[in-house]
């Protein structure tokens, strides 16, 4: 599976602080992806890379593309070019191969006049559905698919749908084809993906084990509008990650050209900088959003809007959970964190409340899929139940003591006590200073209202 990135600035900005500096760049996820699991070829993403970006409007709407099968740490040329090359608008992604050969035709990203895409992830049944996808095409659709790669059938798909949304793919409009256009013709190419892949016949899906569930995190752009989807095919699995930042400057911490320690800054409530990535580039996570799993994601003047995909996936159960088994499998993480924990039954005792139960009230809840599927998914395969976590096993926890409730005015109260009780002359002053403490609190009080738990 792959990593991209997304930048959609205001200004301009050096592809080289996005692509090469920062700490953990779209260049260092190329040898040290760290939530892309798949360990077959280690953590590399080494089938290649692409960049694309867009220029100035006197050089034409569409974008230029740079593409090689080398690995991105091991191109002299992509040093060259990103540290001399700036853009407002740039798409990046490292490939490993799931679909297709080794060649510049199935590195990403794509384009066709003003549109660009790319992918991470799969298309499920993908060897059945091929051939009715490309016959759902018109023939300049068809005909213009020169790799072999499940995303750019994909893509092709897409431009087919824009087009008979009565929209002209290679118009190129000067202010791009709108939000609201892409992404329901985004909306629409997911859904007539999980329409081929349910026209799959049942005994085959059984006879040839094929699994069904996809991993579609797409990326779009016309120039002005940014679309991106977090997606899996499925209504109890997590998507592969995906997570995005927004800030008014992307910059380094300390003003040193050679520094690698970057961060999103941000003066005010606006945003003049929007990233997208499927792996953050800095590893402040409180900087980096959550995108969650069946979302689509619009940038439009650096102004972020995530919206649920409505779809027979989608949930309103809020405390509908999903397992990150699946993606696991495929190599990915999720998002997610204690996501194999959420995915994965705790067997407890009715009156106790576990700790497991006390961390999922302060997970956040992600109201999207659905319980019930419209046909039956392939089961785990091998791989996956093997990666799958164990069913855990807790024991009631023993009782704890009485909550402290008020703390300020139980010690004072307690401490009026101790002075009332005490032989001595009384304090002249309300509260007396308390006894030495050790980690676990006063020692005397301890011992007075608990005196189970004194040593003799």
């Known amino acids: 599976m792959c990593r991209f990135l997304v930048y959609k600035g205001s200004d301009e900005i050096l592809l080289s602080k996005l ?17 892309r699991l798949d360990t077959r070829r280690g953590q590399n993403n080494a ?6 970006f867009y220029t100035e409007p006197k050089l034409g709407a569409a974008p230029c593309l740079f593409t090689s099968t ?31 050969s ?26 059945q559905i091929k051939r009715r996808l490309g016959e759902r095409l018109a023939d300049k659709w068809y005909l213009g698919v020169v790799g072999g790669t499940d995303s750019e059938w994909a893509f092709a798909l897409f431009l087919d749908t824009l087009e008979r949304m009565g929209h002209d793919p290679s118009s190129q409009p000067v202010d791009g084809f709108g939000p ?3 992404r329901k013709a985004m909306l629409k190419t997911i859904a007539l993906i999980n329409e081929l892949i349910d026209g799959i016949p049942e005994s085959v899906v059984q006879a040839e084990n094929v699994d069904t569930r996809s991993l579609l995190n797409f990326a779009l752009t016309d120039g002005h509008t940014v679309i991106c989807t977090r997606y899996v095919g499925s209504s109890s699995d997590e998507a592969a990650s995906l997570y995005y930042s927004s800030g008014t400057l992307w910059e380094t911490r300390v003003p040193d050209p050679d520094s690698r320690d970057y961060q999103m800054a941000r003066s005010d409530k606006g945003a003049d900088v929007v990233l997208v990535a499927s792996e953050p580039l800095t590893f402040e996570r409180e900087n980096w959003v959550n995108v969650p799993t069946n979302s689509i994601l619009t940038v439009h003047n650096q102004t972020v809007m995530v919206h649920p995909i409505l779809d027979q996936y989608y949930d309103r159960n809020p405390h509908h959970r999903r397992s990150a088994a699946f993606a696991r499998a495929k190599g990915l993480e999720t998002n997610e964190k204690a996501s194999a924990r959420l995915g994965t039954p705790t067997i407890t005792t009715p009156s106790a409340t576990t700790e497991t139960e006390t961390q999922r009230r302060f997970l956040p809840i992600i109201p999207f899929g659905n319980t019930t599927l419209p046909r039956v998914r392939t089961p785990l395969s091998h791989i996956e139940a093997a990666n799958a976590p164990a ?3 807790r024991s009631a926890p023993q009782q704890q003591p009485p ?10 109260s307690l ?5 009332h009780s005490s032989p001595g002359p009384r304090d002249s002053s309300p509260v007396s200073p308390e006894p030495a403490r050790n980690e676990f609190g006063n020692p005397n009080k301890i011992a007075q209202f608990f005196p189970e738990l004194s040593m003799s």
């Open 19 to 35: 692509i090469l500096n920062p700490t953990h760049s779209i260049l260092k996820q190329s040898f040290d992806s760290r939530l």
């Open 47 to 52: 089938d290649g890379f692409g960049i694309g």
């Open 70 to 100: 080398t690995p991105a740490w091991n191109c002299v040329n992509l040093q060259r070019l990103a540290s001399k090359t700036a853009s407002h608008l740039i798409f990046a992604h490292v490939r490993a191969t799931t679909e297709g």
């Open 102 to 127: 080794l060649s510049e035709d199935n590195c990403h990203p794509f384009c066709h006049g003003s549109l660009m895409w790319m992918h991470n992830g799969g298309l499920g049944g993908w060897k």
């Open 180 to 182: 609201t256009v892409l």
């Open 391 to 393: 069913v855990p096993i």
């Open 403 to 412: 909550s402290q409730g008020n703390i300020k005015k139980k010690r004072a």
């Open 415 to 419: 401490t009026a006590v101790d002075t």
